[in-house]
């Protein structure tokens, strides 16, 4: 029931949003429609250039590492680890 009542706003939302789209069209024009839908596709380009690269697998997608390492616990040198256990 619950999903039903989601498509059922999700659906009631799109509907809203066409409608005001076609009176913002109607009331000023195909030039500032045009000029919207531009904006929109070079921000939605700009967002999937700098986006990471990654892949799919059955249990979820994965961004690609970079090569280079992170995190601290990597940038710790081992000698300094093995001095910390034998002073405990």
């Known amino acids: 029931m619950k999903h039903i009542i989601g498509l059922l706003c999700l659906a009631l939302f799109c509907l ?22 531009a904006s929109l596709l070079a921000a939605l380009l700009l967002a999937l ?8 697998r059955a249990d979820g997608f994965h961004i690609r590492g970079h090569g280079r390492r992170s995190g601290v616990v990597r940038e710790i040198p081992l000698s300094h680890l093995a001095r910390r256990t034998q002073q405990m």
């Open 49 to 56: 250039s700098r986006a990471p690269e990654g892949y799919e």
């Open 16 to 37: 809203g949003a066409a409608w005001a789209e076609y009176e913002i069209f109607l009331q000023l024009g195909s030039l500032l429609m045009l000029l919207a839908v």
